[in-house]
T-cell receptor, first 115, second 118 residues
Framework: GENVEQHPSTLSVQEGDSAVIKCTYS??????FPWYKQELGKRPQLIID?????GEKKDQRIAVTLNKTAKHFSLHITETQPEDSAVYFC??????????????FGQGTTLQVKP | DTAVSQTPKYLVTQMGNDKSIKCEQN?????MYWYKQDSKKFLKIMFS???????INETVPNRFSPKSPDKAHLNLHINSLELGDSAVYFC?????????????????FGPGTRLTVL
């Protein structure tokens, strides 16, 4: 079945440093890859997404890269700030899922940005 | 105004009881989802409805029964609650773009319902 692996499970960086979170997916038919941020006690919120016809997308301090051949995608956060501290989830969705929009989530990465 | 709302926010109950969680969205979306987030933060899809039709039904015990009276509402009823049902349950919604066939769209999550079974 579909599977999304996410690494690392925890990541601690100094304020101002960069953070990188990596995900791999198993279903080669996957064509949509969103990233969600979940602050403590809050709901997951979309921060950036990428579709399979694009290799890279950037939005201010965050960027996502996609390597379809290797079936992996990564989230890059530059100039990290304490408010970036949260759990980050990658996800993948496949057209093979019968047009349902079904998202398979990675296990999550707890990012801590130290002031 | 809250885009996706859930009630109740907290639910504490005894094993064996039956409980319901309600979800409403005012975004005009046509697809709604239920997710379970366990103590390890893992998010797993349970059900999804599109225009009141069940389109995703994962391997979930049949004690869990979703109901969608209309496009804006998706409820979750749980019978004979067990200790392992303790989790945070999130409702989410999205919009299919039938014209462009872009069915992979952003999902907006509700605030979650923390269920504790004693």
């Amino acid at each position: 079945g579909e599977n999304v692996e996410q690494h690392p499970s925890t990541l601690s960086v100094q304020e101002g440093d960069s953070a990188v979170i990596k995900c791999t997916y198993s279903d080669s038919a996957s064509n949509y890859f969103p990233w969600y941020k979940q602050e403590l006690g809050k709901r997951p919120q979309l921060i950036i997404d990428i579709r399979s016809n694009v290799g890279e997308k950037k939005d201010q301090r965050i960027a996502v890269t996609l390597n379809k051949t290797a079936k992996h995608f990564s989230l890059h956060i530059t100039e990290t700030q304490p408010e970036d501290s949260a759990v980050y989830f990658c996800a993948a969705s496949s057209r093979a899922a019968g047009n349902t929009g079904k998202l398979i989530f990675g296990q999550g990465t707890t990012l801590q940005v130290k002031p | 105004d809250t885009a996706v709302s859930q009630t109740p926010k907290y639910l504490v109950t005894q094993m064996g009881n039956d409980k319901s969680i309600k979800c409403e969205q005012n975004l005009g979306h046509d697809t709604m989802y239920w997710y379970k987030q366990d103590s390890k933060k893992f998010l797993k899809i349970m059900f999804s409805y599109n225009n009141k039709e069940l389109i995703i039904n994962e391997t979930v015990p049949n004690r869990f029964s979703p109901k969608s009276p209309d496009k804006a509402h998706l409820n979750l009823h749980i019978n004979s609650l067990e200790l392992g049902d303790s989790a945070v349950y999130f409702c989410a919604s999205s919009l299919w773009d039938d014209i462009k066939g872009r069915y992979n769209r952003e999902q907006f999550f509700g605030p979650g319902t923390r269920l504790t079974v004693l």
